[in-house]
Nanobody, 122 residues
Framework: QLLESGGGEVQAGDSLSLSCAASGDDFSNYVMGWFRQAPGKERELVARIGRMPLRTYYSDDVKGRYIIQRDNEKNMVYLYMNSLKPEDTAIYYC?????????????????WGQGTQVTVSS
């Protein structure tokens, strides 16, 4: 089970941090991703962090502004979002991939959180 927290409404240029708490065993064996879905748009991967050695991936839209981290001791994954823009407004989802594929597409992820709303006002 995945449970996101930390969403809210901020102004453009502000920062916001999201957290995702995972329950269950073997958290370190999952690739963890943060996706987002804006109104009328498809859900997209914005950041991903792998198993050891914790390789990260960021979409071009968020590269340089977002940071994904994980704490395997606490079964947590975080998304630190800086210099937020109105176009970052979306529901943000935490997801876990148990397999050994590319971890790029929605279909590869096995578990999903309920999502948390992030709204950025101009």
């Amino acid at each position: 089970q995945l449970l996101e927290s930390g969403g809210g409404e901020v102004q453009a240029g502000d920062s916001l941090s999201l957290s995702c708490a995972a329950s269950g065993d073997d958290f370190s064996n999952y690739v963890m991703g943060w996706f987002r879905q804006a109104p009328g748009k498809e859900r997209e991967l914005v950041a991903r962090i792998g198993r050891m050695p914790l390789r990260t991936y960021y979409s071009d839209d968020v590269k340089g502004r977002y940071i994904i981290q994980r704490d395997n001791e606490k079964n947590m994954v975080y998304l630190y979002m800086n210099s937020l823009k109105p176009e970052d407004t979306a529901i943000y989802y935490c997801a876990a991939d148990a397999d050994w594929g590319t971890s790029t597409t929605l279909e590869e992820y096995d578990y999903w959180g309920q999502g948390t709303q992030v709204t950025v006002s101009s």
